[in-house]
Structures are given as C-alpha cells and as structure tokens.
C-alpha cells in the first residue's frame, strides 16, 4: 500500500514537473465566464499623501467568450525588448482586417499611442501615464512614434493605446473614471481579436544584476485599458479594477530570474480560481530566443480559445486569411492546451492580496498541483 502510493505520488510529481516544457503553442480553451468586477469610482487627492480610491459599490458585469479581455485592451512591454512591429485585428469569417499598426523601419504608426509611466508619483497611483518619447521611456508633450531600434531595458515598460481619445472621466462613461491630467485612449476592443508582434528580447547587459526587481525578464502583455488609466501599480488596491478581476493577459513573460529562457502565458482573471496573482497559468512554455527576432502573437477567437504562437512564417500583412493564421499555428509545433472551467455566475470576490500587475507565478502553480495531487492520492488510499 505505501509503496504504490509512493509511486503514484512520484509520477503525479513528475508528471506536474514534466508538463513544464517547452512548446510552440500555448493555448486557453474555454476562455471566458460570465462575472463582473469593480471599478475605479473615484480618486480624490491624488497628488498628496492624502491620496485615496474608491470603487464602485455596484459591479461591471462581463460574459462571452474571452470576456474579460472582450473588453478593450491596452498592450504593455519590458525589457529588455525592441518592438520591431505590432498589430492588431479584428475577424470575422474569413479573414482578420489590420485596424492598428506600428513598423519600426518605416515608423508606420496607424491608430497607435505610445505611452508611459514617466508622470507625478502619487502615493497611491504610483506614475502618472504620459506620452512616450522615441525612447519609449522618457515623458513627450504629445503622441510620438518609437524610434527604429529603441531597445527598452530590465524594468523599463511602455504601452500601446489606440489612437482614439476617451471622453470625460466619469462610471458609466465610455473609459470610466481615469486619472486626471493623462492622456486617455481608448484600448484595442473585440472579442475576436488578434495582436502580432516582431520583437527581440535579448539577453541583458545594460543593467547589473540586482539593480531592479525585474532583471532579465522581458514580457509582452494585455491589461484591460481601465487599469493602466487609473493606476498600474498602486499602492492601494481600490486605485485600480485589476483585484476585482477586469483582467490581464500575459503573452509573453519571463516570469522569473532564474528562469530567463522560458516564455509563459497566464491569466488574471476569476474563471475558476480565487486567486487572482497566481492566475490560470498554461504549464507549458515556449523558448525565448535570445539572439534573433521573435515573430508571432495571440488570437482570441468566437469559441473562446486563446492562441499564443511564435512562427517565423508569421507576416504582418493588412489582411490575412484565417487559414493562414491557422496554417502558422498549426506548424509552429505541439501545443499545450489548458482548458479552462466554466463558472457559474456569482458576485465578485475582492481580493486582498497584493495588487501587482505583473505579478504572478506558474512554478508556484505546478507546486500547487503536486501538493493537491499527493493530497488526493493520500485521501484515496487512506
Ligand atoms: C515595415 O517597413 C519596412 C520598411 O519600410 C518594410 O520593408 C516592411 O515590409 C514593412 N513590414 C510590413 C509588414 O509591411
Ligand atoms: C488614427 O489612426 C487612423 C489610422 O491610421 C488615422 O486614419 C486617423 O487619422 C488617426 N486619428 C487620429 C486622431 O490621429
Ligand atoms: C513613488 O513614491 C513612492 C512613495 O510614495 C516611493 O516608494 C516610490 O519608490 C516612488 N516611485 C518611483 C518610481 O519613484
Ligand atoms: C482603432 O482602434 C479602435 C479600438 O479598437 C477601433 O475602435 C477603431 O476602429 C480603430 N481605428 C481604425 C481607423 O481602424
Ligand atoms: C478600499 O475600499 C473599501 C471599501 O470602501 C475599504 O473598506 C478599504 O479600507 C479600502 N482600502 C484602502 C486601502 O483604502
Ligand atoms: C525562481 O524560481 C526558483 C525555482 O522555483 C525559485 O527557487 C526562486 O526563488 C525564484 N526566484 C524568484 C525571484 O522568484
Ligand atoms: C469553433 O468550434 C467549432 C465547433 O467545434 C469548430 O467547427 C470551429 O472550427 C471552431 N472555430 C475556430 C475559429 O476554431
Ligand atoms: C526562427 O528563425 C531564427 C533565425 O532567424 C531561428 O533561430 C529560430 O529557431 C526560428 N524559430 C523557429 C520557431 O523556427
Ligand atoms: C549562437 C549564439 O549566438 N548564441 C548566443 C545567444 O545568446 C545567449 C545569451 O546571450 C548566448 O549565451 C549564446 O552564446
């Protein structure tokens, strides 16, 4: 009896070990859930020490598929990372149709915002967004595009709007409350939706190791567009809705130091999880390559499946067939897919934990999985 619940442990943990690997594709099935989250109702004092936030006291509710992230999205990057080329699309039964798009070469730049965190720190909002230099980093006076080989480094970040300006701060105005005096966009919306990207993330040399808490951990994610405008990184969670759960996509992220060659996929979200830092993470990865230009994306299709890929036959045309999409994914390489629980409505839950943005953790996932795994096989056999 010991002995086969030994082994059955050692091949639940191996199992949870082995299904980290690395993979072409990263996919979410069954993404989406009908639920709702809390938004920004105010921010009063923003520039003293008196600062505060609050939510709203009634919920936002989001259903369908890919929901939360059907809502508009804002696109976020570290270093050390050079964008060579982003775009977005919109689908519909035959094709995807280019509605946003930078080229770095040829400093194209159709319905982009650059910005960043280059503004007033608040002592609850952190930074206030501005626009991006060529440099993406420093503060511009207006809308500027990033120069041809801008390399941002360990803990820079910059982000992409669309170019279309929000009205008036306000809940239930069409970008909710924002914070005063930044440039306000409009995310990229849709529930089928598509961004590509060519980029490097290099290895980093600019910055000594343990000069910033994110040394060597490049990332490419997607942030519901109200959380960006309100605060990123607050230091008090009623400043922003990302603990209530309007969520996060993260495409592309090194999530670790010590783990830099691995690229992972999670999301932030309620879909069957209460907890909103660890996320629903895919437990595969796909391999960074340090020393040439990545190309590839995310696809968010009708049925709720979200596709991350890297494929060098990727083209980042004004139209493509879908088939074409589909020829890229499927020869890119095996695919891990996680697919996700379906979830009964149910109010909003709001979290207590700490509300970073960008903090989230597969490895703490897969050792979740082994202890839940050897608990279960302990139950089983007692
Ligand atoms: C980006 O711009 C460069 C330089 O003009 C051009 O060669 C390249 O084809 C462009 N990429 C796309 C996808 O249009
Ligand atoms: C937004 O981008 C589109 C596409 O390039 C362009 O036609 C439009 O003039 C831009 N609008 C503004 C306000 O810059
Ligand atoms: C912003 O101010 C807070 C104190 O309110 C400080 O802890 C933090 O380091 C500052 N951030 C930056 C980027 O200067
Ligand atoms: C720019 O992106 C926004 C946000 O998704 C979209 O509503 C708008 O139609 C786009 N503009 C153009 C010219 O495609
Ligand atoms: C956030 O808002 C809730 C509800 O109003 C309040 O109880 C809590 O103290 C606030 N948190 C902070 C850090 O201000
Ligand atoms: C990175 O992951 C390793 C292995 O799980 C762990 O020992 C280490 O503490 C993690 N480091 C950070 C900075 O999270
Ligand atoms: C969505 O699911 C249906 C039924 O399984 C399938 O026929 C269709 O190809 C799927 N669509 C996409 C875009 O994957
Ligand atoms: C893409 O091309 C680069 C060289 O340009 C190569 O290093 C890399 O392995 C290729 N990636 C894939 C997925 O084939
Ligand atoms: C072939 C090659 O140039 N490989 C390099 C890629 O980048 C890593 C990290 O900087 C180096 O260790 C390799 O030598």
């Not at 690395?22 to 938004?39: D, I």
């Not at 890919?66 to 050079?82: A, D, I, T």
């Not at 002592?123 to 990033?146: I, Q």
Request: hydrophobic fraction near 35%; aromatic fraction near 12%; charge should be negative.
């Amino acid at each position: 009896m010991k002995l086969s619940t030994l082994s059955i442990i050692a091949s639940l943990v191996a199992t949870a070990l082995a299904s980290s690997s690395a993979y072409g594709v990263l996919e979410f099935a069954n993404f989406g859930y009908p639920g709702s989250y809390k938004e920004v109702a105010s921010i009063s004092n923003e520039d003293t020490d008196q600062c505060t936030c609050q939510l709203t006291t009634s919920t936002t509710p989001f259903s369908g598929p890919n929901s939360p992230m059907n809502e508009p999205v804002s696109v976020h990057f570290r270093g050390p990372l050079v964008l060579h080329e982003f775009a977005y699309y919109t689908g519909d039964s035959s094709s995807w149709t280019r509605k946003a798009y930078f080229n770095a070469s040829s400093q194209a730049a159709e319905n982009v915002t650059f910005l960043t965190t280059a503004g007033f720190n608040s002592s609850c909002l952190g930074k206030a967004l501005t626009f991006a230099d060529t440099d993406g980093v420093s503060e511009a006076s207006l809308s500027t595009v990033l120069a041809l080989g801008t390399k941002i480094v360990s803990g820079q970040e910059y982000s992409i709007f669309s170019n279309v300006t929000c009205g008036s701060s306000g809940v239930g105005n069409d970008c909710g409350v924002y914070r005063s005096g930044i440039p306000a966009y409009h995310g990229f919306d849709g529930a089928e939706k598509m961004f590509l990207f060519s980029f490097d993330m290099p290895q980093e040399t600019s910055v000594p190791y343990g000069d910033v808490f994110s040394w060597n951990m490049p990332a490419i994610w997607l942030l519901n567009a109200k959380i960006p405008r309100t605060s990123q990184y607050p230091t008090n969670g009623n400043c922003s809705c990302w603990s209530s759960g309007c969520g996060e996509f993260d495409v592309f992220e090194v999530m670790n130091t010590t783990e830099t060659t691995k690229l992972y996929s999670t999301i932030h979200d309620y879909q069957g999880t209460g907890d909103i830092n660890m996320g629903l993470a895919d437990y595969g990865y796909i391999s960074r390559n340090f020393n040439s230009t990545m190309t590839g994306g995310v696809v968010f299709d009708l049925n709720g499946t979200a596709t991350v890929f890297l494929s060098n036959s990727t083209s980042i045309d004004s139209t493509i067939p879908l088939s074409s999409v589909q020829g890229w994914v499927s020869a890119a390489g095996e695919a891990k897919v996680d697919t996700l629980n379906s979830v009964a409505p149910a109010s909003t839950s709001t979290s207590k934990s700490k509300n970073n943005a960008l903090s989230v953790g597969s490895i703490e996932s897969i050792w979740t999985n082994i202890v839940v795994g050897v608990m279960s096989a302990i139950f089983y056999f007692v």
